[in-house]
């Protein structure tokens, strides 16, 4: 791990639930240059319903606004109609522009019941792309190459079995990179699955001649399932707007081992409580019953 300020409120920023950072020496600077840093973070309004899978990402934004920095949400109104197969193995269905403006609705007054909303500016990817003609599109696609996207992982494995990739597919990772540009990006997050889509966007700024976003990774959160990402896709979801009593349930429902991650992620108990509690279940002093409990009053808290 590279050098991060010492202020516990920035340790605990870059250590707790963090998957990885590139580059972290570099976000370390920035955060002691005590500039109001411009924090990326892209919604495909694929489908209206936020998900606690979504709140990791969401919580750690909030937590970057408390100490004096700013959320750009981009609504993906381009992008969701392209479809990202991040961690997915077959193209998704494209959607249509009134599917996407309906979602994105809905999806924005969710947005805030997590993130401040007087720190947050929202800008919709049409702003810019809809001002696009081929050749802007052909020039875009020009500074990446084939090979480089095949370095993709869900790419990858897809063309070695002969299973199909549009070539759509290929211009998203290269539509979400033009977003850091335009706004000007110093730290895109995302979880571990937009890895790729973000350091696109990160090497689109240097070809460019902007500084390179730094990038923010979290965790993927596993469904109640216990097995699979939490999706909606899926049906492993717990959704933020659901009622206190349905949310209270499906989290009473996932599997015991899952109990600290989401402590870890979705909540603010404290890292020694997080420790007591992965001990206790460890050598049975504690009954996994009541700190399930204690995590479901805790999330249903936050939303209701």
Request: charged share 25%.
């Amino acid at each position: 791990m590279g050098k991060i300020p010492a202020d516990e409120p920035y340790r605990r920023l870059l250590r707790r639930g963090v998957a990885e950072v590139i580059v972290e020496e570099e976000l370390a600077k920035l955060l002691e240059s005590g500039r109001k840093l411009r924090l990326k973070q892209g919604f495909d309004p694929s489908c209206p319903d936020i998900h606690l899978g979504h709140v990791v990402g969401l919580r750690k934004l909030h937590q970057f606004q408390e100490l004096g920095h700013e959320v750009i949400l981009i609504v993906g109104d381009w992008t969701a109609q392209i479809g990202d197969p991040s961690g997915e193995s077959q193209t998704r269905p494209m959607l249509s522009p009134e599917e996407v403006r309906a979602n994105a609705e809905t999806y924005l007054k969710q947005f805030f019941k997590v993130v401040d909303r007087e720190k947050t500016t929202v800008v919709w990817q049409s702003e810019w792309f809809t001002k696009f003609g081929l050749a802007d599109i052909i020039g875009l696609a020009s500074k990446f190459t084939v090979a480089q996207m095949l370095q993709r992982d869900d790419f990858s494995k897809r063309y070695a079995s002969g299973r199909p990739i549009a070539i759509t597919e290929f211009l998203y990772p290269l539509l979400q990179a033009y977003d850091s540009v335009v706004i000007e990006s110093d730290v895109e997050f995302g979880g571990t699955d937009q890895k790729f889509n973000c350091l696109v966007g990160r090497e689109l700024q240097q070809m460019m001649g902007q500084p390179p976003q730094q990038v923010f990774l979290v965790p993927l959160l596993l469904g109640t399932d216990g097995s699979m990402k939490m999706s909606k896709s899926l049906g492993n979801y717990i959704a933020i707007d659901e009622p206190p009593n349905e949310m209270y349930g499906k989290v009473m429902s996932i599997p015991d081992e899952l109990m600290t991650d989401y402590f870890e992620l979705l909540t603010d108990v404290s890292d020694d409580e997080l420790e007591e509690f992965r001990r206790g279940l460890a050598n049975d002093s504690v009954n996994p019953m009541v700190v399930k409990k204690q995590l479901a009053r805790e999330l249903v808290e936050q939303f209701h």
